[in-house]
């Protein structure tokens, strides 16, 4: 049997290592958040000439109008406004056609308040405290134990932190943006997440049936067990979300980017940060008894 709670520091360094870049990414370069909670403009146009979005971005920026994002399939090209005028709206379609050397047919035009106002984002903020809130209870009870639900819902939040991060590199060198979809593929990737710890801890619930052994090796006993469920499991999500990104088109690319993301991450904090996490207490709360009763003989004896 593979003593996978051996390496659990390396685990801890791993995910220790990915949300740090994230983080350094959050502070540094922020998160570009889109017309969803903005609102703004959003223009569509067909080109028949193969030029790079960063290059029209820039003329469209001479007219005095912030791009908030440029996104190009095959000869359409999409530019995600701030809120512009009819003179602008002219204005930018008469530049683009001066650099470009040709006639641009607009293909839609539309300004749009915020889908997501503040009002919506501070329940659903109330919604995941509430939802993480009963995921922790719910685990105490089943499994009997505080510590298998702060577990579960610190591997939760891990996942949570790993996609924010990664979003906020992806905003910086590709041009991401928070939308209402990220914010869809946010909330699913934790009830993924939550999902697959139980599973792995239900296994460890089972083995303690006649098992002698300490929580380390019931825990590497349980991993060993649920790998290859959890290994065919994300590949098959995987596939389809790679198929998604490359093929999907812009509409659903960076929701699909989001969820490819946050689902690896899912299938790897269920057995490498979850488990180890319990493990690691179990162990600690162990060392602080023993302390505990050391002392407590100490001072006896005296």
Known sequence: MIKWMKYRYIYFLISGLVIGSGIFGLIKWGLKIGVDFTGGAVLEYKINRDISTESLTKEIEKTNVVVVSAQKAQSDYTFKLSPISQ????????TLEKYTGTTIEELSFQNVGPAVGPELVKKTVYALIISASAILLWIAIQFKSFKFGISAVLAMFHDSLVVIGTYALFDHFFGAEVDFLFITALL?????????????YDRIRESRKGF????TELANKAVSETMVRSLNNTFTEIFMLTALVLLGGTTIKWFAVALLVGMTSGAYSSPFVAVPILVTWDELEKKIK??????????LSK
């Open 87 to 94: 003179d602008q709206r002219s204005a930018i379609k008469t």
């Open 188 to 200: 699913t990737i934790l009830s993924f997440s939550v999902h697959d710890t139980i599973i792995v």
């Open 212 to 215: 002698t052994g300490t929580l």
């Open 290 to 299: 023993a302390k505990g009763s050391l002392l407590k003989f100490l001072k």
